[in-house]
C-alpha cells in the first residue's frame, strides 16, 4: 500500500539535543509538507516543499530546519531542542496531479517530548 | 487573513444521536472547503470536501455544505456511532499554490 511513513513515532530528548525527524512516501507525490499539533491550536504548518528542489518556510519555522533529499524524503530537524517544541509532529504529501495538490495525505505523527 | 472556526469541543454524544460541527471560514476568492478526521493515534484523513458554492460533500454517512453566503461548511452525520470518535478539521485552500488552513479541530466523543 501506498502510504507516507514518519520516523521515530516517539521521542523524548533534552533540551539544546538536536534531532532529526524522518519522513518517506510511496505515493510518488510531488509536495511535502511539516505541521505541528498542539492541543486547542489545531495544525500549524512550519516547512513545506512542492518539489526536490523548493523549500518554503510556514507559519512557524524557526528553531526548524528541513531537508528534501529526494522526491520520497523530506526530514524536520530541531538544532537546539526547547520544551516549548514538545508537541505531535505530522508529515504529510500532496500532488498537483491529484485535483491540484488540494488533498494532503497524513503520516501517523512523530510525539516528541523535550525535556 | 484567511482562517477557519469551528465550535469548541469537546462534544460528547450518545450513540445514534444527531451531529453537527459547525465550520465558518474567512477568506477572499473562492477557497475549496475540506472537512479531515483524526482517529485516536493516528494522523488526519480527509473526510469530504466540496470545491464550489452549492457542492455537497459526502462520505461514511457525514455531510457538508459549501454555503458561499453564510461562508460555512457545517458537518453534520444523522446517526453517530462509537467509532466516530474522533477529532474533526474543517479546512480550506483557495488554489493549489497556497497553503491548506486549518481549523482548530473539535473533539467528538461517542458513548454507547
Known amino acids: 500500500d501506498a502510504d507516507v511513513t514518519q520516523t521515530p513515532r516517539n521521542r523524548i530528548t533534552k533540551t539544546g539535543k538536536r534531532i532529526m525527524l524522518e519522513c518517506s512516501q510511496t505515493k510518488g507525490h510531488d509536495r511535502m509538507y511539516w505541521y505541528r499539533q498542539d492541543p486547542g491550536l489545531g495544525l500549524r504548518l512550519i516547512y513545506y516543499?512542492?518539489?526536490?528542489?523548493?523549500?518554503n518556510k510556514g507559519e512557524i519555522s524557526d528553531g526548524y530546519s528541513v531537508s528534501r533529499q529526494a522526491q520520497a524524503k523530506f526530514s524536520l530537524s530541531l538544532e537546539s531542542a526547547i520544551p516549548n517544541q514538545t508537541a505531535l509532529y505530522f508529515c504529510?504529501?500532496?500532488?498537483?496531479?491529484?485535483?491540484?495538490?488540494?488533498?494532503?495525505?497524513f503520516g501517523p505523527g512523530t510525539r516528541l517530548t523535550v525535556l | 487573513g484567511d482562517s477557519v472556526t469551528q465550535m469548541e469541543g469537546p462534544v460528547t454524544l450518545s450513540e445514534e444521536a444527531f451531529l453537527t460541527i459547525n465550520c465558518t471560514y474567512t477568506?477572499?476568492?473562492?477557497?475549496?472547503l475540506f472537512w479531515y478526521v483524526q482517529y485516536p493515534g493516528e494522523g488526519l484523513q480527509l473526510l469530504l470536501k466540496?470545491?464550489?458554492?452549492?457542492d455537497k460533500g459526502s462520505n461514511k454517512g457525514f455531510e457538508a455544505t459549501y454555503r458561499k453566503e453564510t461562508t460555512s461548511f457545517h458537518l453534520e452525520k444523522g446517526s453517530v456511532q462509537v467509532s466516530d470518535s474522533a477529532v474533526y478539521f474543517c479546512?480550506?485552500?483557495?488554489?493549489?499554490?497556497?497553503?491548506?488552513?486549518f481549523g482548530p479541530g473539535t473533539s467528538l466523543s461517542v458513548i454507547p
Open positions: 477568506a477572499t476568492g473562492y477557497p475549496s
Open positions: 479546512a480550506l485552500i483557495k488554489t493549489s499554490y497556497d497553503k491548506v488552513i
Open positions: 466540496a470545491t464550489k458554492a452549492d
Open positions: 516543499s512542492f518539489d526536490v528542489k523548493d523549500i
Open positions: 504529510a504529501t500532496s500532488d498537483f496531479r491529484l485535483a491540484g495538490g488540494q488533498e494532503q495525505f
